[in-house]
């Protein structure tokens, strides 16, 4: 009878251990590593607007779209590509393509006006897509949301950067970061 008590007593603390984790038996520990982004670093995408200033000339300026091409499609110099390329590289096709025969010495300059989206899934009251604001954390976007269900597992979050093929589990903190074009899931926790 003593024995059957003790072994009672050790499966639930094995069990309270394992609550206690909040581990997902499904998830991939290897994969958790922080995050950073700086605006800096940003690459361009579809969906994403920028607006673009050529000095002395407004004919030619103005706010525009990165085509689902990864294009942006300027005044007097046709379509410039846009995907993959930081703000400064832009600005620098920019430049090259209207001293390419148009103006003799332009001063342009660049800067993302509206990012494209990022979309939250899984333990969130009301998932979906949302804008994207500089500075935005995965704990912002969950209040986006709506906040977490009860079932949220708030010890980690999946992120799949846009682009990506797969999602890296990440610890959830008060700064992890939330990139332009990200898919945010937040599993389910067990117990």
Same mark, same amino acid.
């Given at each position: 009878?003593?024995?059957?008590?003790?072994?009672? =007593?050790v499966?639930a603390?094995?069990?309270?251990?394992a609550?206690?984790?909040?581990?997902? &038996?499904?998830?991939?520990?290897d +994969?958790?590593? &922080?995050?950073t982004?700086?605006?800096d !670093?940003?690459?361009?995408g579809a969906? %994403?607007k920028?607006?673009?200033t050529?000095?002395?000339?407004? %004919?030619l300026?103005g706010?525009? =779209?990165?085509?689902g091409?990864g294009?942006?499609?300027?005044?007097?110099?046709g379509?410039?590509?846009?995907?993959?390329?930081?703000v400064?590289?832009?600005?620098?096709?920019? !430049?090259t393509?209207f001293? !390419?025969?148009?103006?003799? %010495?332009p001063r342009?300059?660049?800067?993302?006006?509206?990012?494209r989206?990022?979309f939250?899934?899984?333990?969130v009251?009301?998932?979906g897509?949302?804008?994207? +604001?500089n500075?935005?954390t995965?704990?912002? =976007?969950?209040a986006?949301?709506?906040?977490?269900t009860?079932r =949220?597992?708030?010890?980690?979050?999946f992120?799949r950067r %846009?682009?990506?093929?797969?999602e890296?589990?990440?610890?959830?903190?008060?700064?992890? &970061?939330? +990139? &332009?074009?990200?898919?945010?899931?937040?599993s389910?926790?067990f117990?």
């Amino acid at each position: 009878m003593a024995l059957r008590q003790k072994l009672l =007593a050790v499966l639930a603390l094995l069990l309270a251990a394992a609550c206690a984790t909040g581990t997902d &038996p499904v998830a991939d520990t290897d +994969q958790m590593a &922080p995050i950073t982004f700086t605006v800096d !670093d940003y690459r361009l995408g579809a969906g %994403d607007k920028v607006k673009v200033t050529v000095f002395g000339e407004p %004919d030619l300026s103005g706010e525009f =779209a990165v085509d689902g091409t990864g294009y942006v499609s300027l005044p007097l110099v046709g379509e410039i590509k846009a995907s993959a390329l930081t703000v400064r590289e832009f600005q620098g096709a920019v !430049d090259t393509a209207f001293r !390419d025969g148009y103006l003799k %010495d332009p001063r342009i300059s660049a800067e993302v006006t509206t990012y494209r989206p990022y979309f939250i899934l899984g333990e969130v009251k009301q998932p979906g897509t949302y804008a994207y +604001q500089n500075g935005l954390t995965v704990l912002n =976007a969950v209040a986006t949301a709506q906040g977490f269900t009860y079932r =949220a597992n708030e010890r980690f979050v999946f992120i799949r950067r %846009d682009g990506a093929e797969k999602e890296t589990k990440v610890p959830l903190t008060s700064t992890t &970061p939330v +990139q &332009p074009g990200d898919t945010i899931r937040i599993s389910e926790r067990f117990f």
